[in-house]
C-alpha cells in the first residue's frame, strides 16, 4: 500500500513539472529557430494579479473579432513590418500562419510597465518605430521583445533614465 | 532544564554553600542532577525561518529588478526552483513525516503555490497571453491531487478559492464538475471528524452566508471595511452570548470566523486598497455600536480578558482611527508578534502558526508594494534578514555558553 502510494506521489510530480516543462520546450524551441516577424504595437499598461505587471499592446492585426482557434496568414508590407493578410478556420497548406494570434501583453517590471506606457505617449510613432518581435515556427509563436527604434524598451528606459 | 530556571539554581546553590546548608561536593551533585537541556528554542526556530525567508524575498526583488537582463535559460530554471523544492520537501515529509499534520499541510501548501508560482512564471517568460481563468482552472486541477494525497485542508482551501473564481466564468457544467471533484475529500473530512466538526462546518458555512448578505444590504451607506469590521464584531458577540448561555460546543465556528474576518480586514486595509471613512459615518457608528455592546456583556459577565477582546480592540481602533495603512500594519505586526509569543510558550501550534501567517502576510504585502522601488525593498528586506538571523546567532551563542 504504502509502495503503491509512493509511486502515485512520484507520478503526481512528474505530472507537475511536465505542464510548465511542456510549455517551455514548445516555447522555448520556437524562440531560438522561429522566422522573426515585426508587428507595430502601441502599449498600455495593465496589471495581472498573479502574473504581475505588463504592458497590453494593441497591434494591428486585421478586422478583430473572437479569432480563437482560427489561423493567421502572415506577410510583410514595404517597411518589413509583419500584416495579417487573412485569417482561416483551417490550417492552410502553404505560406507563413499561426494559429491563435493574440499579441495583447507583453510582461515587463512594475518600474518599467508605467514607463513604458508614458514612453508610448511621448513618442512619435509616426518617427519612430515602435514593435513586437515574434519568433514564429510551424503555426507556432513566441514574442522575442518589445523594441523602440531597434533598442530593447529595458534598454532604451534605463538609457532614457541615465540621460535624464 | 530550562536554562534561566538553571541560572537560578546555580545562583541559590552558591548563596546555600555560603550560608552553609551545604557542601561545595553536595553542590556539585545537586547540579549534576539537573543537566542543561540542548533541544533548541521553538521561537529561536521560527525566527530563524522568518530571517531566511525575508533574505530570500530580498534576493528575488533584486533579481526582479535585474529580471530583464537574464537569459531565458537562468529564468526558466529560476521558475522551476521553487516547484522542484516543495516536490523535494513533499518527498521527505512523504517518508519521515508522514504522521505529522502541521508538516503534512505545510508542505502541501507549499507545493500547491509553488506550482501556481512556475505556471505563473514560465507564462511570464514567454509574454503568453491564455486569460486569467484558464490559468488559475490549470493550475488547481494539477494541485487536486495533492490534496488528496496529503490530506491537506489549507490546500484544499486554495482549490475551493479557486474553483469559485474560475466557475463564474465558465459553462455550468464546469463549477459542478470541480466542486464534485473536492466532495470526497469533504467526505473523508466529516467522516473523520466528530458531530461537534461537522456543527461547527455547518455553522461556519451559516454564518458565511450572513455575512455576506450583511454586506450586501449596507454596501450603499457604509464602506467596506467598516461593514466587515461590523460583521467581525458581531460575530464576538454572539461567540460571548453563546458562552454566557453556556452553548460551549458552538463556540468555535462564530470566533473562528470573526477572527477571519477581522484579520483579513486588518490585512486588505495595510494595503491602503480601500476604506476612507469618516469617523462619524453611519458605519463607523454601527460598528462602535456593536463593540459597545460586547464591551458591555464582557463586563457585565465579569469574566477574565481572552483573546477575542484583542481582535474587538483592533478592530475599533481601525474604525476610530480612519484606518490608514500604517495603523492597521502596526496592529498586525502586535497581534503576529503576540500570538508568536504566546504560541511558542505555551506550545500552541495553531497560535504559533496565526502570528506567523499574520508576519509572513505582512511581509508578503509589502514583496508587492509598488509603491516602493523594487531594490530598495529587497535590500531592505536582505537587512532585516541578515538583522533578525544575526540577533538569532548571538542569542544561540549565548545559550549555548552559559549551559557550558
Given at each position: 500500500m504504502k509502495k503503491r502510494s509512493a509511486y502515485l506521489l512520484l507520478g503526481y510530480f512528474i505530472l507537475q513539472l511536465a505542464l510548465p516543462g511542456q510549455l517551455v520546450c514548445r516555447h522555448y524551441h520556437t524562440l531560438r529557430t522561429g522566422e522573426s516577424y515585426k508587428f507595430q504595437v502601441r502599449p498600455y499598461d495593465p496589471y495581472d494579479p498573479f502574473r504581475g505587471r505588463y504592458v497590453a499592446l494593441m497591434p494591428d492585426l486585421g478586422p478583430q473579432g473572437d479569432r480563437r482557434g482560427e489561423y493567421a496568414l502572415l506577410g510583410r508590407d514595404a517597411d518589413g513590418y509583419a500584416v495579417v493578410t487573412g485569417w482561416r478556420d483551417e490550417r492552410p497548406a502553404e505560406g507563413p500562419y499561426v494559429k491563435d494570434l493574440q499579441l495583447d501583453r507583453y510582461y515587463m517590471n512594475e518600474k518599467m510597465a508605467p514607463q513604458a506606457e508614458r514612453l508610448s505617449f511621448d513618442l512619435d510613432l509616426e518617427q519612430n518605430a515602435f514593435y513586437l518581435l515574434v519568433k514564429v515556427r510551424q503555426g507556432r509563436y513566441v514574442i522575442a521583445g518589445l523594441y523602440v527604434n531597434d533598442t530593447p524598451i529595458e534598454q532604451y528606459l534605463v538609457n532614457a533614465d541615465l540621460n535624464g | 532544564m530550562r536554562l534561566n530556571t538553571l541560572d537560578w539554581l546555580h545562583r541559590e546553590s552558591a548563596q546555600w554553600v555560603a550560608d552553609g546548608l551545604i557542601t561545595s561536593e553536595q553542590r556539585a551533585l545537586i547540579e549534576a542532577r539537573y543537566p542543561a537541556k540542548r533541544a533548541g528554542s521553538p521561537l529561536l526556530l521560527l525566527f530563524a525561518i522568518l530571517g531566511a525567508l525575508l533574505i530570500g524575498a530580498g534576493i528575488l526583488l533584486v533579481f526582479a529588478t535585474n529580471?530583464?537582463?537574464?537569459p531565458v535559460g537562468v529564468k526558466v530554471l529560476l521558475a522551476f526552483l521553487p516547484l522542484v523544492s516543495a516536490q523535494l520537501l513533499c518527498l521527505y515529509i512523504w517518508v519521515y513525516?508522514?504522521?505529522?499534520v502541521p508538516f503534512r499541510e505545510g508542505g502541501a501548501l507549499f507545493l500547491s503555490l509553488a506550482f501556481f508560482a512556475a505556471v505563473a512564471l514560465i507564462e511570464q517568460i514567454f509574454h503568453q497571453s491564455s486569460s486569467l481563468d484558464a490559468y488559475v482552472l490549470r493550475c488547481i486541477l494539477f494541485t487536486l491531487p495533492g490534496l488528496y494525497l496529503f490530506r491537506a485542508k489549507a490546500a484544499m482551501a486554495i482549490y475551493v478559492a479557486g474553483a469559485i473564481f474560475v466557475g463564474w466564468?465558465?459553462?455550468?457544467w464546469v463549477p459542478v464538475a470541480l466542486t464534485a471533484a473536492v466532495l470526497p475529500f469533504f467526505w473523508l473530512e466529516l467522516r473523520a471528524s466528530s458531530a461537534k466538526g461537522v456543527v461547527n462546518y455547518l455553522l461556519l458555512l451559516l454564518s458565511t452566508l450572513l455575512s455576506g448578505t450583511l454586506l450586501q444590504s449596507m454596501q450603499d451607506w457604509a464602506d467596506p471595511a467598516e461593514v466587515a469590521l461590523t460583521c467581525g464584531l458581531a460575530l464576538l458577540l454572539l461567540d460571548a452570548l453563546l458562552r454566557r448561555f453556556g452553548r460551549i460546543y458552538l463556540f468555535s465556528a462564530a470566533k473562528r470566523l470573526a477572527i477571519l474576518c477581522i484579520t483579513a480586514t486588518l490585512l486588505l486595509t495595510s494595503l491602503d486598497v480601500f476604506y476612507v471613512g469618516s469617523a462619524y459615518s453611519a458605519g463607523t457608528l454601527c460598528a462602535v455600536g456593536v463593540a459597545a455592546a460586547y464591551a458591555a456583556l464582557r463586563y457585565l459577565g465579569r469574566w477574565p480578558l481572552f483573546s477575542s477582546d484583542l481582535f474587538a480592540l483592533s478592530a475599533v481602533v481601525l474604525v476610530l482611527s480612519r484606518s490608514t495603512g500604517v495603523v492597521a500594519s502596526l496592529l498586525v505586526t502586535a497581534l503576529g508578534i503576540y500570538y508568536v509569543v504566546l504560541g511558542s510558550r505555551t506550545l500552541a501550534l495553531s497560535k504559533l502558526n496565526y502570528g506567523m501567517g499574520l508576519i509572513i502576510s505582512l511581509i508578503a504585502i509589502r514583496f508587492f508594494?509598488?509603491?516602493?522601488?523594487l531594490l530598495i525593498r529587497g535590500v531592505v528586506f536582505i537587512l532585516l534578514g541578515v538583522a533578525l538571523l544575526g540577533v538569532n546567532l548571538y542569542i544561540s551563542h549565548e545559550r549555548r555558553r552559559r549551559s557550558a
Open positions: - | 529580471w530583464w537582463r537574464l513525516k508522514n504522521q505529522s466564468s465558465q459553462p455550468e508594494d509598488s509603491r516602493i522601488d
